[in-house]
Nanobody
């Protein structure tokens, strides 16, 4: 089974920066993609950024130019570098992955989430 653990959330002032980390562990043959989602109170969960095994990235328009997703294949770790944070970025951030445990067995996995609060 694949497990994900997120760290790095916290309280930051507008304009500040945070770096979120997510480590995948367990039986992992191949990671197809890793992504960051977020969910604010009263809102739907939304995709923030994703990165594929080929290191191709995509971002939601609301964070483009401010957030950077990166990945360390050797450590099965994904990062989300967040800069110029805004109050609208306040949410619980979740790390997800589509991973193959064998060549023919794969699944989608979610972390427990980490709270990011942007406030003065």
């Amino acid at each position: 089974q694949v497990q994900l653990v997120e760290t790095g959330g916290g309280l930051v002032q507008p304009g500040g920066s945070l770096r979120l980390s997510c480590v995948a562990s367990g039986t992992i043959f191949h990671i197809v993609a890793m992504s960051w989602y977020r969910q604010a109170p009263g809102k739907e969960r939304e995709l923030v950024a994703s990165i594929t095994s080929g290191h191709s990235t995509n971002y939601d328009d609301s964070v483009k130019g401010r957030f950077t997703i990166s990945r360390s294949n050797g450590a099965n770790t994904v990062f989300l570098q967040m800069t110029d944070l805004k109050p609208e970025d306040t949410a619980v951030y979740y790390c997800t992955t589509r991973a193959c445990e064998t060549h023919s067995q794969w699944g989608d996995y979610w972390g427990q989430g980490t709270q990011v609060t942007v406030s003065s």
